[in-house]
């Protein structure tokens, strides 16, 4: 009886130790995760933050809200939401049609100017380029 009651302490006490080690390992960032802040950076930018001529949508916003960089610039958009947005030039300049969760939208930009731009779906949502 004192042989089972043993055994049977050991088993319960490898399963709670799994089950601690299991949550433990979901609670770690991955970086497959890219809402986390080991993911994915884009391009060229920092961890947790868009690069070089990169515009994220997150958070119900772009980010940056204004963005300056020289005639000829290429800016890609990447929607790091988990809803669809739109990046519509408020002169119907360009217009990305729905972009879907880790979808991007790239425009160049030839001439110098302030182009604002919004989200079609969440209108709130507004941003600026602005091209030297």
Known sequence: MKTITTLTNK????AMLLAILGIMD????????PYSSGGNTGGTGNKGGPGTNEVWIQG?????ASITVTAGTTITWTNKDAVVHTVTSDTNL????????????SHTFATSGTYPYHCTIHPSMTATVVVN
Not at 60 to 64: I, Q
């Open 11 to 14: 088993i319960i006490s490898i």
């Open 26 to 33: 979901s609670c770690t960032k991955s970086a497959d995760n």
């Open 60 to 64: 119900m916003a772009f980010s940056p």
């Open 94 to 105: 360009f217009d990305s049609g729905s972009v879907s969760t880790n979808g991007t939208f």
